[in-house]
Nanobody, 120 residues
Framework: QVQLVESGGGLVQAGGSLRLSCAAS????????LGWYRQAPGKQRELVAA???????NYGDSVKGRFTISRDNAKSTVYLQMNSLKPEDTAVYYC??????????????WGQGTQVTVSS
């Protein structure tokens, strides 16, 4: 099993910044994909930013140039720095990834989500 614990959400005015953190723990043999996703009311969950298996970073089109994903491998933690926030960034942000455990199988895991609300 893999556990993902997010922190750092909250309420911020448009133009402001927030930093999200996600700590991964558990039976992790290899991290295949790890990043941030979000889901606004009435919408599907979408990619915000994620590290892929080969270390490439993918960003959602709507956050390019404003959000930055980073990681601290020693702490098994991934961060999302969100700048120039807009009301349309309001959503529940989920840390998620695909992990291989010591059993050799890979599976998707999700955190509990953290609310980000941007006021206009």
């Amino acid at each position: 099993q893999v556990q993902l614990v997010e922190s750092g959400g909250g309420l911020v005015q448009a133009g402001g910044s927030l930093r999200l953190s996600c700590a991964a723990s558990g039976n992790i043999f290899r991290v295949n994909v790890l990043g941030w996703y979000r889901q606004a009311p009435g919408k599907q969950r979408e990619l915000v930013a994620a590290f892929t298996t080969v270390g490439k970073i993918n960003y959602g089109d709507s956050v390019k140039g404003r959000f930055t994903i980073s990681r601290d491998n020693a702490k098994s933690t991934v961060y999302l720095q969100m700048n120039s926030l807009k009301p349309e960034d309001t959503a529940v942000y989920y840390c998620g990834g695909n992990f291989m455990t010591s059993t050799g199988s890979s599976k998707d895991y999700w955190g509990q989500g953290t609310q980000v609300t941007v006021s206009s």
